[in-house]
């Protein structure tokens, strides 16, 4: 247990990348609490198709990284399509919601990577200044 939680807070702090089992666990249990956050949702209101699927990419992009990230999206976007809660069809409205959600997953993932980046960039420097070594 000890060995998934090291490896969790150091893929999460961008010290290294988790290993792909991990990370795709990780993503599946995203997706899977978004589709019962959805369900939930649809008790309410049936027309929330992609909406709970975006802290899941969020997430898995932030541990896991563009790969996974990507993965989880194009996964979330099936799923927001694939599953109906509620008398709603596939329309051509889902559709064009399932493109929006494609461009604005893409976005996250490109500013979640965006900041790994830079985060492991300083933090590189910062050692290097005080001529320590990275953990």
Not at 46 to 71: H, N
């Amino acid at each position: 247990m000890t060995k998934l939680i090291d490896e969790f807070r150091r893929g999460w702090q961008g010290i290294s990348q988790p290993s792909v089992p991990f990370s795709t666990g990780f993503a599946v249990c995203c997706l899977a609490l978004a589709t019962i956050a959805r369900w939930g949702l649809a008790q309410i209101r049936p027309d929330v198709f992609f909406t709970p699927y975006f802290p899941a990419v969020f997430f898995a992009s932030a541990l896991g990284g563009f790969r996974v990230g990507t993965a989880t999206a194009i996964a979330g976007g099936a799923l927001g399509v694939g599953i109906s809660f509620g008398d709603t069809a596939a329309d051509p409205a889902r559709l064009a919601l399932l493109v929006i959600f494609w461009a604005v997953c893409g976005l996250t993932i490109w500013g979640v990577e965006n900041y790994r980046t830079i985060v492991a960039q300083q933090r590189r420097e910062f050692f290097k200044c005080f001529g320590m070594h990275e953990m």
